[in-house]
């Protein structure tokens, strides 16, 4: 299976239709910040291009960011019968388990869809409890990075990731999370054996892609438009 991701749009809707209509892929996943920072620009307007192209992907999942209206992925969903909001959902794709959780833990900015840390961390581990004895392979999408690793470090170098995603993926192991927020720390890192990859901002033309085969990771290419 092919997973593509992106994150951090923040409006640049060319981009985003150069990677919808170039880059192969079953699973197309949207990890957030759709919307412009401080800008009037309508997130709808922003996700023509996923509508345009949805038959490209057998499946696209979509959470929101911080800096968009919690709705989002609702709206998304009336765009193509392919499109699923995965918001503190778990949904079943190809023997995998996808977990999403949007938004961010409380800023000093006061953004559209923040949450307290304890309440992300406490319902993600609900829906992990409710699909782990099925035993299929875990994949979490995450707006915000767990905390402590290469890919949640500001510019000063401050950690500032979501200490209860880091526990959860501590405590479930999934075999992947997906995440982004911190634009100046694209890449990867591991938590245990669990691969967080941070694609980097759309916004500045950045994506990865993911081979995966049962619950190995075949490749991860970090790429820009």
């Given at each position: ?6 994150v951090?749009i ?6 985003l239709?150069k990677v919808l209509?170039?880059v192969?892929?079953?699973i197309?996943?949207?990890a957030?910040d ?9 997130y ?10 949805s038959?490209r992907?057998?499946e696209?999942l979509?959470?929101?960011?911080n ?10 969903e009336t765009?193509s ?17 996808f ?18 840390d304890?309440?992300i ?5 609900k829906i ?6 099925c035993?299929e392979?875990?994949?979490?999408i ?14 000063s ?14 405590e479930?192991k999934p075999?992947?999370?997906i ?5 100046e720390?694209?890449?990867t890192d591991?938590?245990?054996k669990t691969?967080?990859?941070n ?5 500045r033309?950045k994506?990865?892609v ?12 970090v790429?820009?438009?």
């Amino acid at each position: 299976m092919k997973l593509l991701a992106v994150v951090d749009i923040h409006g640049n809707v060319i981009g985003l239709e150069k990677v919808l209509k170039s880059v192969e892929s079953d699973i197309l996943v949207i990890a957030g910040d759709v919307a412009p920072y401080r800008s009037i620009m309508s997130y709808r307007s922003i996700l023509v291009p996923l509508s345009k192209y949805s038959d490209r992907f057998k499946e696209i999942l979509i959470i929101p960011g911080n800096m968009d209206p919690e709705e989002l992925p609702t709206y998304a969903e009336t765009l193509s019968s392919n499109i699923h909001s995965i918001h503190f959902k778990a949904l079943r794709i190809n023997n995998y388990v996808f977990i999403g959780a949007g938004g961010s833990p409380i800023t000093p900015f006061s953004t559209p869809t923040e949450y307290p840390d304890e309440l992300i961390e406490n319902r993600l581990r609900k829906i992990f409890v409710s699909v782990i004895s099925c035993n299929e392979p875990i994949i979490l999408i995450t707006h915000a990075p767990p905390y402590g690793t290469k890919v949640d470090k500001t510019y000063s170098g401050i950690h500032v990731g979501s200490r209860g995603i880091r526990r959860v993926i501590e405590e479930f192991k999934p075999i992947i999370n997906i995440c982004g927020h911190i634009h100046e720390s694209p890449g990867t890192d591991l938590v245990d054996k669990t691969i967080v990859i941070n694609p980097g901002p759309l916004m500045r033309g950045k994506y990865v892609v993911v081979e995966l085969e049962k619950s190995r990771v075949l490749k991860i290419e970090v790429a820009r438009i």
